[in-house]
């Protein structure tokens, strides 16, 4: 699938400014009113690498996650402007790795790596159908 477009160094930018729906206090941790929460950077990382590759895939196709790890190095503050850059670091058939570097207006707050997978729509969701197909049984 390597030939729709994509290939390794390409990245992506976006930028988010940090609202309350952001913060750590949101996300149930009291103790840091302000400061940007993890899973809200998590989030943000994720969106980076999904806006580079998916754009570029042919139509019924779609990626998803399968791996992410990351490092949440500094806090940010609720106001501030975070840029994170998702760049493709490799390609397996269709799997598609990325690092991604997350900064705010004073430097790196953060980075990763995240792996995801390109697959057809319509087979996921026939699997994801059958997976739970059992719930909607009545004893």
Do not use: C, W
């Amino acid at each position: 699938m390597d030939s729709l477009g994509y290939k390794i160094g390409m990245s992506k930018t976006i930028q988010k400014v940090v609202t309350e729906e952001d913060t750590a206090h949101y996300y149930g941790s009291g103790a840091l009113k302000d400061l940007l929460a993890t899973p809200i950077l998590t989030a943000f990382m994720i969106e980076a690498s999904v806006s580079l590759i998916d754009p570029l895939l042919p139509d019924g196709y779609i990626t998803i996650g399968r791996t992410l790890s990351i490092e949440h190095l500094l806090p940010t503050v609720k106001g501030m402007t975070v840029t994170i850059e998702s760049k493709i670091s490799g390609i397996d058939r269709n799997k598609i790795n990325f690092d991604i570097i997350a900064y705010d207006e004073l430097g790196e707050i953060g980075k990763g790596q995240h792996e995801r997978y390109i697959v057809k729509y319509d087979i996921l969701m026939g699997k994801v159908q059958h997976r739970f197909s059992s719930l909607d049984s009545t004893p």
